[in-house]
């Protein structure tokens, strides 16, 4: 079963930007849909970006259009979420997350998860 690392969180100021790396140990990324999930202080855990295995699809929450960008390196095992004009309404702890069947996107529907990374956007 493959295992999702996060890193790359931080604290930025709003308006900055962030690039949050997934890193897989164990079995490789590449054969896996990939997702970030995000859960904000109080809230439950939400969908914020997908992508197929191979990157030819993507997916995003409305909060990430236009700001954010998931992107994968299948030889470097690795997916990517790019974060601009960032707010503080994104703060929180950022998860990746893997599946071999993309469905509604919902949480439920992947079942590989890794520890989280840190985001926090300060005002």
């Known amino acids: 079963q493959v295992q999702p690392v996060e890193s790359g969180g931080g604290l930025v100021q709003a308006g900055g930007s962030l690039r949050l790396s997934c890193a897989a140990s164990?079995?490789?990324?590449?054969?896996?849909?990939a997702g970030w999930f995000r859960q904000r202080p109080g809230k439950e855990r939400e969908f914020v970006a997908a992508?197929?295995?191979?990157?030819?699809?993507?997916y995003y929450s409305d909060s990430a259009k236009g700001r954010f960008t998931i992107s994968r390196d299948n030889a470097k095992n690795t997916v990517y979420l790019q974060m601009n004009t960032l707010k503080p309404d994104d703060t929180g702890v950022y998860h990746c997350?893997?599946?071999?069947?993309?469905?509604?996107?919902?949480?439920?529907?992947?079942?590989?998860w890794g520890q989280g990374t840190q985001v926090t956007v300060s005002s």
């Open positions: 997350a893997a599946t071999r069947g993309l469905g509604s996107l919902a949480p439920d529907d992947f079942n590989s």
């Open positions: 164990g079995r490789t990324l590449s054969g896996y849909h």
């Open positions: 992508i197929t295995w191979n990157g030819g699809r993507t």
